[in-house]
Nanobody
Framework: QVQLVESGGGLVQPGGSLRLSCAAS????????IGWFRQAPGKEREGVSC????????YYADSVKGRFTGSRDNAKNTVYLQMNSLKPEDTAVYYC??????????????WGQGTQVTVSS
């Protein structure tokens, strides 16, 4: 069964950290570029980060640059999004998606189900 499963979301205070995981089954993540997205209530989905295929180059939205870090663990067939210095405006459902190109281009082949991140005191 081909799927992406996110985990690691939760409730965190402003300034705190979370690490999201995106685990693949049924295909090899190493051969895909991985995009991280988020969608807050009443807002459109926003691209947060991209980890390119092969060399693992990373790209970030200006809103998270310097605070979020994407990485891969090919042995675990998993990608991660380390989120530091979280702000209330980071509150959203976070999704990972995989596309079989070098970079993060639409349409994506697979999407995860999402994980909720809530930043609040």
């Amino acid at each position: 069964q081909v799927q992406l499963v996110e985990s690691g979301g939760g409730l965190v205070q402003p300034g705190g950290s979370l690490r999201l995981s995106c685990a693949a089954s049924g295909f090899t993540l190493e051969h895909y570029a991985i995009g991280w997205f988020r969608q807050a209530p009443g807002k459109e989905r926003e691209g947060v980060s991209c980890i390119s295929r092969s060399d693992g180059s990373t790209y970030y939205a200006d809103s998270v640059k310097g605070r979020f870090t994407g990485s891969r663990d090919n042995a675990k067939n998993t990608v991660y999004l380390q989120m530091n210095s979280l702000k209330p405006e980071d509150t959203a459902v976070y999704y990972c998606a995989a596309v079989s190109n070098y970079g993060c281009t639409i349409p994506y082949d697979y999407w995860g189900q999402g994980t909720q991140v809530t930043v609040s005191s």
